[in-house]
């Protein structure tokens, strides 16, 4: 698996969003893990991301159900970006050289 860390600044540029929500919304209808800053690990079908990296899943299961047994019955949800801590990607559907050219792209704009 791929791991991302999204981390919420108000510094942060709106270029860098709409990288990561670009991104994302290649990803939909895949399977990614999502841990939330309390420790929720959630995995289910990526339906859709927004300009603020919030988040909608299908198909959900929850990593710790013991912890969490009121999440599951729970089917699909809505989790608000600012909660995420990383997100989980499958690597076979993740172009890394795209990504990675893309965030250079945008280091060298941001330093010129």
């Known amino acids: 698996m791929i ?7 108000t510094n942060k540029s709106s270029t860098i969003k709409m ?10 209808g895949k399977t990614v893990v999502v841990e939330l800053k309390n420790d929720l690990s959630i995995q289910g079908t990526l339906t859709s991301v ?25 089917k699909n949800c809505f989790i608000r970006g600012s909660v995420i801590r990383y997100i989980q990607l ?17 280091a060298g704009e941001k330093s010129a």
Not at 3 to 9: A, R, V
Not at 19 to 28: A, E, H, R, Y
Not at 56 to 72: C, P
Request: proline share 3%; charged share 20%; aromatic share 10%.
């Open 19 to 28: 990288l990561f929500t670009s991104f994302f919304k290649t990803l939909v």
């Open 3 to 9: 791991l991302l860390s999204i981390l919420f600044h």
């Open 90 to 106: 499958p690597p076979e559907h993740v172009d890394t050289q795209l990504l990675q050219d893309a965030t250079r792209r945008e």
């Open 50 to 74: 927004d300009q603020f990296l919030n988040i909608k899943l299908d198909d959900i299961t929850v990593g710790n159900v013991d912890k969490y047994a009121h999440m599951v019955s729970v």
